[in-house]
């Protein structure tokens, strides 16, 4: 007996050791995991945008450009992650307006088929913010979308500044102002099929693209829909 206690005091550094390699090579797993199915959302979701081209009407040849690059952008990260190599976002001015406008003109018909509204409020003058252009597209494309499926049918983007901020806030009109029939509405029903069930990557992206670029995201719920924000600094600290 005294034997086998002194193997078992012997073989426990190496246990635990071994327990804490192990430990640590799941944590790693499951982040890479978490990343990897963050650049396949990234990459299904302009995806989405280009099947809904038939149904957006005029102005489709520029929601086909704009969800073209992001999703060629998307396949690019998804690629680097697969093979281990950085990811070196770029940084340049970037007019916000036209931002949003794209966006909104993006998923104008998704919320059409759903049997909603989406708007862009504007008073954010002409607001530039310094950042990589893609990254918060998807950023406010995730918004938008979320928005869509999840939220009320009236859908607004909305943009001001404040305090050397720019404030895009993405608010709904909440669930209970759904109509019964939605729920069986085409869009509805290819939303499912896409994978509407997988939740919190969109989200994800928001946040990290808030933290890139040194600014915030948060959101209210309430019986009366959600309000999500993002604020970004100005380019040069205007505002």
């Keep these: 007996m005294k034997l086998e206690l002194a193997q078992v005091v012997s073989a426990w550094p190496f246990g635990v050791s071994l327990a804490a390699a192990l430990a640590a090579q799941a944590v790693q797993a499951g982040r890479r995991r978490s990343v990897l199915n963050e650049a396949v959302h990234e990459l299904r979701r302009p995806l989405q945008a280009l099947a809904l081209v038939p149904a957006a009407g005029s102005g489709g040849e520029t929601a086909i450009a704009g969800s073209v690059q992001m999703a060629a952008t998307a396949l690019e990260r998804l690629e680097r992650e697969i093979n281990g190599e950085p990811t070196v ?15 909104v003109g993006r998923w104008r018909a998704r919320a059409a088929l759903a049997g ?8 954010a003058g002409e607001a530039t913010v310094e950042g990589d252009r893609c990254e918060l597209a998807q950023a406010v494309d995730n918004l938008v979308v979320n928005a869509i499926e999840h939220g009320g049918p009236e859908i607004a983007v909305a943009a001001d500044v404040h305090r050397g901020r720019l404030r895009i806030a993405v608010t709904d009109s909440g669930r209970a102002s759904r109509p019964a029939a939605r729920r069986e509405s085409p869009a509805e029903s290819i939303a499912r099929l896409l994978g509407r069930s997988r939740r919190g990557h969109g989200l994800r992206v928001v946040r ?6 040194g600014g915030d995201f948060h959101l209210r719920r309430s019986e009366r829909g959600t309000v999500a924000v993002l604020e970004l600094p ?6």
Excluded: E, K, T
């Design 89 to 103: 976002p770029s940084r340049a001015p970037i007019a916000a307006r036209p931002l949003l406008a794209a966006a």
């Design 208 to 213: 990290r693209a808030a933290a890139a670029h």
């Design 116 to 123: 909603g509204s989406l708007s862009l409020r504007w008073q």
């Design 234 to 239: 100005l380019s040069g600290g205007a505002g």
